[in-house]
């Protein structure tokens, strides 16, 4: 078992920035591939951005978000990262931490076995 939970979001301008942090408990950090998910109002949960297993050497993110967002992983503080730079008002959801044991990367939400409870991150225009 691994508990997963969020932090970081709250309400930001347009063009700004926000990082969220996911911490993590239970079993040994390491060995998880972690995911950041979002699901705005009335839609689906879509991948945002996915880190290997590890250090952390491979990473995917989703085209919508790549050149703004950056995953990111401390294992030595049990944590991943989500950096987000210049943000849209269409990045407007609640940012969802998941966690998988396995290496490589996973894109799908099916893939992943534990989730965080998320936390909204909000862009006005």
């Known amino acids: 078992q691994v508990q997963l939970v969020e932090s970081g979001g709250g309400l930001v301008q347009a063009g700004g920035s926000v990082r969220l942090s996911c911490a993590a408990s239970?079993?040994?950090?390491?060995?998880?591939?972690m995911g950041w998910f979002r699901q705005a109002p009335g839609k689906e949960r879509d991948f945002v951005a996915a880190?290997?297993?590890?250090?952390?050497?491979?990473?995917s993110h989703a085209d919508s978000v790549k050149g703004r967002f950056t995953i990111s992983r401390d294992n030595a503080r049990n944590t991943v990262y989500l950096q987000m730079n210049s943000l849209k008002p269409e990045d407007t959801a609640v940012y969802y931490c998941?966690?998988?044991?396995?290496?490589?990367?996973?894109?799908?939400?099916?893939?992943?076995?534990?989730w965080g409870q998320g936390t909204q991150v909000t862009v006005s225009s």
């Open positions: 998941a966690a998988v044991a396995r290496s490589g990367l996973s894109t799908s939400r099916a893939e992943y076995d534990y």
């Open positions: 239970g079993r040994r950090f390491s060995m998880f591939s």
């Open positions: 880190i290997s297993w590890g250090g952390g050497s491979a990473t």
